[in-house]
Antibody, heavy 124, light 108 residues
Framework: EVQLSESGGGLVQPGGSLRLSCAAS????????MSWVRQAPGKGLEWVSS????????FYTDSVKGRFTISRDNSQKTLYLQMKSLRVEDTAVYYC?????????????????WGQGTVVAVSS | EIVLTQSPGTLSLSPGERATLSCRAS???????VAWYHQKPGRAPTLLIY???YRATGIPARFSGSGSGTDFTLTISRLEPEDFAMYYC?????????FGQGTKLEIK
């Protein structure tokens, strides 16, 4: 069974840092682009960042550029999101999501598998 | 970036009825690269449709997608109780990926 499991969320003060992890199983992790998508309380979905399968290309939404870093460890089948200089508006459930196919990656994603999400709360 | 506007904001229907949800893009969506998801409270989204009209694996035939260019539609032919949820469209034709604000499908 294809599964994604996020961890690392929590309560942090504005300006603080957190690192999220997403453990993957049930598929060939190194073949697929992976992404983070977030959802603020009571709001809709917002794509945050994506990473290509194996050549390190990364993509970010404008609001997190320079503050968030996506990375992956294919040997450990794990996706990461390092978040720095956190703001109140970063408060959300953060989902890890798998791209639906392993064609050449150009930042275009359909998300066919999602994790259960991890909560990040930024508050003083 | 391409902005997606979904309508209506809330749709109140009864089980067995037909639901029609709209998603309008601010610019042409390349190759009709539009996906639809539904999401129940406290749960992760589930992929329903990709490429505007292709059902994802395991999605029942009562779900169908249509449209091209800037106007896209999700139709649920006969609503089942488990279909009442939030629905989001997403475009992936022009990075960055963007989502609509959602349509809430509620029981009348």
């Amino acid at each position: 069974e294809v599964q994604l499991s996020e961890s690392g969320g929590g309560l942090v003060q504005p300006g603080g840092s957190l690192r999220l992890s997403c453990a993957a199983s049930g598929f060939s992790f190194s073949d697929y682009a992976m992404s983070w998508v977030r959802q603020a309380p009571g709001k809709g979905l917002e794509w945050v960042s994506s990473i290509s399968p194996d050549d390190g290309r990364t993509f970010y939404t404008d609001s997190v550029k320079g503050r968030f870093t996506i990375s992956r460890d294919n040997s450990q089948k794990t996706l990461y999101l390092q978040m720095k200089s956190l703001r109140v508006e970063d408060t959300a459930v953060y989902y890890c999501a798998k791209r639906d196919n392993n064609d050449y990656y150009s930042g275009r994603d359909v998300f066919d598998v999602w994790g259960q999400g991890t909560v990040v709360a930024v508050s003083s | 970036e391409i902005v997606l506007t979904q309508s209506p904001g809330t749709l109140s229907l009864s089980p067995g009825e037909r639901a029609t949800l709209s998603c309008r893009a601010s610019h042409f969506v390349t190759s009709d690269y539009v996906a639809w998801y539904h999401q129940k409270p406290g749960r992760a989204p589930t992929l329903l449709i990709y490429g505007a009209s292709y059902r994802a694996t395991g999605i029942p035939a009562r779900f169908s997608g249509s449209g091209s260019g800037t106007d896209f539609t999700l139709t649920i032919s006969r609503l089942e109780p488990e279909d009442f949820a939030m629905y989001y469209c997403q475009q992936y034709g022009t990075p960055p990926n963007t989502f609509g604000q959602g349509t809430k499908l509620e029981i009348k």
